[in-house]
């Protein structure tokens, strides 16, 4: 069996547990992360288990250095060493005009949508660089098409915030590539999660070419591909999964 332990942050809703599910469905041990839902975290670990799979929660915040590092002891104590890394938990930090956002909001959206997926990518490569002892692996960011766009008059902030996911995905990836770990990211559309209110949903669907929003399992498809090893010889990639906008 290819895969071992995948750890998902921000996994207990939306593409996050699409992911988790999926992974477990593909043989991974999967380590559901989560910073306050415990709920939602322990149905999808329950969801995997009666499939017949492989699974635990872990609470972190994943921008507190200390507590990445113990989600990764604890989860490699019981699934053994980490393979795969999906770094899926952000926050939209508030949408609106820019001007009228809240500081602490915006501070706070930094803290998880890029520090934290930070934290979280060095400690993974620390674990799976074959130059400090690992077996190798796989990184996946997952950015938005608001990178590219912009996000005018809704997310501009959280727009910025996935471009410097972007930039981190390629400058990381060059990094690490010799040492066994692959890093891509993902771009998604809007997508039906709880990040995405239903006018909105119903506002911006309609007008991608493919005429609606995304399902979460769309994007975890396209995250496991990176994962797997059918994506091998692809480095520093950001897939559009878009709809076609």
Excluded: W
Excluded at 64 to 72: G, K, P, Q, S
Excluded at 110 to 138: H, K, P, Q, W, Y
Excluded at 165 to 194: D, H, M, W, Y
Aim: proline share 2%.
């Amino acid at each position: 069996m290819e895969p071992n332990l995948a750890i998902i942050t921000g996994a207990g809703k939306g593409i996050g547990a699409a992911t988790a599910r999926l992974a477990a469905e593909r043989g991974y041990a999967v380590a559901v992360n989560y910073q306050s839902d415990q709920k939602a975290a322990e149905s999808v670990v329950d969801d995997i288990k009666r499939a017949g799979g492989r699974a635990a929660a872990y609470r972190a915040d994943t921008s507190d250095e200390a507590a990445v590092r113990a989600m990764f002891d604890a989860a490699e104590r019981e699934f053994g060493p980490v393979a795969g890394l999906v770094n899926n938990a952000a926050i939209n930090g508030g949408t609106g005009k820019f001007a009228d956002l809240d500081a602490v909001a915006i501070k706070r959206m930094f803290e998880i949508n890029v520090i934290g997926l930070m934290f979280c990518s060095r400690e993974a490569v620390r674990r799976m660089a074959t130059d400090r002892g690992g077996r190798g692996g796989v990184i996946v960011n997952v950015s938005s098409v608001g990178a590219l766009l912009g996000s005018a008059n809704e997310r501009v902030h959280y727009a910025a915030s996935k471009g410097a996911v972007n930039s981190f995905t390629i400058g990381l990836a060059k990094e690490v590539i010799g040492s066994g770990v692959r890093v891509n990211a993902v771009s998604p559309g809007v997508t039906r999660t709880q990040m995405n209110s239903q006018e909105r949903i119903d506002r911006i669907g309609p007008t991608n070419p493919i005429g609606r929003a995304a399902e979460p399992g769309e994007i975890a498809h396209a995250i496991l591909f990176l994962l797997s090893s059918e994506s091998s010889y692809v480095v520093g990639a950001n897939i559009m999964v878009t709809g076609g906008r």
